[in-house]
């Protein structure tokens, strides 16, 4: 069964800087669009970055456009967000994401929390 495992998450000051690494597991890595969301208590998931399968422009969410950078590395099956100037509105549970016609798959989240 396909699976997608985050790790990379824990406690940072606020200023710094963490990089979330999301395995894949028992898919084509390389043909899967990818993205991290994040989630709050009480709110909706969020969108925070996106690469495609043929790793073309990223996408990045409003409220982190600037600080983060989405990678990924095919060889490895694993992709990557790498987080900066990090703030205290950036703690949440972050989701890595990906996504093939008739697939879409979710890792189990990985908790970031950012302290002022």
């Known amino acids: 069964q396909a699976q997608l495992a985050e790790s990379g998450g824990g406690l940072v000051q606020a200023g710094g800087s963490l990089r979330l690494s999301c395995e894949a597991s028992?898919?084509?890595?390389?043909?899967?669009?990818l993205a991290w969301y994040r989630q709050t208590p009480g709110k909706e998931r969020e969108f925070v970055a996106a690469?495609?399968?043929?790793?073309?422009?990223?996408n990045y969410g409003d409220s982190v456009k600037g600080r983060v950078t989405i990678s990924r590395d095919n060889a490895k099956s694993t992709f990557y967000l790498q987080m900066n100037s990090l703030k205290p509105e950036d703690t949440a549970i972050y989701y890595c994401?990906?996504?093939?016609?008739?697939?879409?798959?979710w890792g189990q989240g990985t908790q970031v929390t950012v302290s002022s």
């Open positions: 994401n990906a996504r093939i016609v008739g697939r879409n798959l």
């Open positions: 028992k898919l084509t890595f390389s043909l899967y669009d």
């Open positions: 690469i495609t399968r043929s790793s073309g422009t990223p």
